[in-house]
């Protein structure tokens, strides 16, 4: 089965296509409060560059947050579209979770953190431990030198802009029941 991969929530624009629990296409590139110039380009990019169709996927994972407003919405607008259109499952998964789940088959506490307005992060620890991955502790919204504090005592390694790394066999993807009423995970109220 095919699998498109989207997620647009941070600076970092991720696309990919899975044949099989394979990467066939993978397209990464930060940016700044511009990924709606680059998103659909990105993907018709690979569609071209495998002579596929949008018509060949048969399913959608998304990056549903935490995350920016307007950068949440681009991904997933585009794959409730095609998940109704196409009649093929729709999946969501934290996006920290997919800018770290290429750390999830080295052991260990990771600390992910992806940028805000006014020097606040998005941030959650994750553990890793034989290839699986659980929560440690709530995702939550603050400045970034108040998380870092809140987890001082914890040894664990940094996930951010620098070292992002994505790993689709690391994902735990939640399928979709009600595609109408799905949005985005905001998180913030406002700074």
Same mark, same amino acid.
């Given at each position: 089965?095919?699998?498109?991969?989207?997620?647009?929530?941070?600076?970092?624009?991720?696309?990919?296509?899975?044949?099989?629990?394979?990467?066939?296409?993978?397209?990464?590139?930060?940016?700044?409060?511009?990924?709606?110039?680059?998103?659909?380009?990105?993907?018709?990019?690979?569609?071209?560059?495998?002579?596929?169709?949008?018509?060949?996927?048969?399913?959608?994972?998304?990056?549903?947050?935490?995350?920016?407003?307007?950068?949440?919405?681009?991904?997933?607008?585009?794959?409730?579209?095609?998940?109704?259109?196409?009649?093929?499952?729709?999946?969501?998964?934290?996006?920290?979770?997919?800018?770290?789940?290429?750390?999830?088959?080295?052991?260990?506490? !990771?600390?992910?953190?992806?940028?805000?307005?006014?020097?606040?992060? !998005?941030?959650?620890?994750?553990?890793?431990?034989?290839?699986?991955?659980?929560?440690?502790?709530?995702?939550?919204?603050?400045?970034?030198?108040?998380?870092?504090?809140?987890?001082?005592?914890?040894? !664990?390694?940094?996930?951010?802009?620098?070292?992002?790394?994505?790993?689709?066999?690391?994902?735990?993807?939640?399928?979709?029941?009600?595609?109408?009423?799905?949005?985005? !995970?905001?998180?913030?109220?406002?700074?």
């Amino acid at each position: 089965m095919r699998t498109m991969i989207l997620d647009t929530s941070t600076a970092l624009m991720y696309v990919a296509f899975v044949q099989n629990n394979q990467v066939i296409y993978e397209k990464k590139q930060f940016g700044k409060n511009n990924h709606s110039e680059h998103f659909l380009l990105a993907i018709e990019e690979g569609l071209k560059h495998l002579s596929w169709q949008v018509k060949d996927f048969g399913a959608i994972i998304v990056g549903i947050g935490p995350g920016s407003y307007t950068g949440l919405r681009i991904s997933l607008t585009v794959a409730k579209i095609w998940a109704w259109t196409l009649q093929i499952p729709l999946y969501t998964v934290s996006s920290l979770d997919l800018l770290a789940s290429g750390y999830y088959h080295q052991n260990g506490l !990771y600390a992910v953190v992806s940028l805000a307005k006014s020097g606040h992060v !998005y941030g959650k620890v994750l553990k890793a431990q034989d290839g699986s991955i659980r929560p440690f502790g709530e995702e939550s919204f603050m400045e970034k030198t108040a998380f870092l504090d809140s987890i001082k005592h914890l040894n !664990y390694s940094l996930v951010d802009e620098q070292n992002y790394l994505v790993d689709i066999r690391g994902l735990k993807p939640e399928l979709v029941q009600d595609l109408h009423n799905l949005s985005p !995970y905001y998180m913030r109220r406002g700074i």
